[in-house]
């Protein structure tokens, strides 16, 4: 069976420190993998998708970025953190043309 | 560009009321579209979706939503509520020919009371 791992569960970070979150999935291949954000009181936003290695789509300027070293494996990063930055994370994978999304458990993350 | 539209942030019901949970959305092409559920301290999970064919989609926990593409809605209903349906219900659509990217609506939060 397929699974998907997300760490950190929460992590709080400095004004203009460096980030990195990781997703992992397991159990498939060549999954479509996603990056997505939940701000307090706004809903989910796309922000990174990724359909094979090393091919990233970024969906909304900002101070994040993302990348695919693995077939399975998609980090979320920036060089130095914002307040703006603060939010829940999602890491979610499908299967293409499945259409149905398998979330990770997510990231909390707090700039101060 | 896509948008997807929740009206309700919140809906308090009682136990064993019907209920709606109402999702607009606008686009210029065909869509899927698509509920997910959000419970306490758990991920999102699908609720059910839109593909094609009928326009009466049933879903799982006994939920069900009807597609009307002149109003361009997406309306989740039950029947009967429990206590264990509160949470956040999230409405999402996605174009056909993308690749499966979601673009979610705000969210509804579902309160079933005693």
């Known amino acids: 069976s397929q699974t998907i791992h997300q760490w950190p569960a929460t992590l709080v970070q400095p004004v203009g420190s460096p980030l990195s979150l990781e997703c992992t999935v397991e159990g498939t291949s060549n999954p479509n993998l996603y990056w997505y954000r939940q701000a307090a009181g706004r809903g989910l936003q796309l922000l990174f998708y990724s359909v094979g290695i090393g091919q990233i789509s970024s969906e909304v300027p900002q101070n994040l970025s993302a990348s695919r070293p693995q077939d399975r494996q998609f980090i979320l990063s920036s060089k130095k953190l914002l307040l703006s930055d603060s939010g829940f994370y999602l890491c979610?994978?499908?299967?293409?043309?499945?259409?149905?999304?398998?979330f990770g458990s997510g990231t909390q993350l707090s700039v101060l | 560009a896509q948008s997807v539209t929740q009206l309700d942030s919140q809906v308090p019901v009682f136990e064993e009321a019907p209920v709606e949970l109402r999702c607009n959305y606008s686009?210029?092409?065909?869509?899927?579209l698509f509920w997910y559920v959000q419970y306490p301290n758990q991920g999102l999970q699908l609720l059910l979706k839109?593909?094609?064919?009928?326009?009466l989609v049933k879903g799982i926990n006994g939920f069900e939503a009807e597609f009307n593409k002149s109003q361009t809605s997406f309306h989740l209903r039950k029947p009967s509520v429990h206590i264990s349906d509160t949470a956040e219900y999230f409405c999402?659509?996605?174009?056909?020919?993308?690749?499966?990217?979601?673009?979610f609506g705000s969210g509804t939060r579902l309160l079933v009371r005693p």
């Open positions: 979610a994978w499908s299967v293409p043309g499945g259409g149905k999304l398998f």
């Open positions: 839109y593909l094609s064919g009928s326009t």
């Open positions: 686009s210029s092409v065909s869509v899927y």
């Open positions: 999402a659509v996605s174009e056909v020919d993308s690749s499966y990217k979601l673009i």
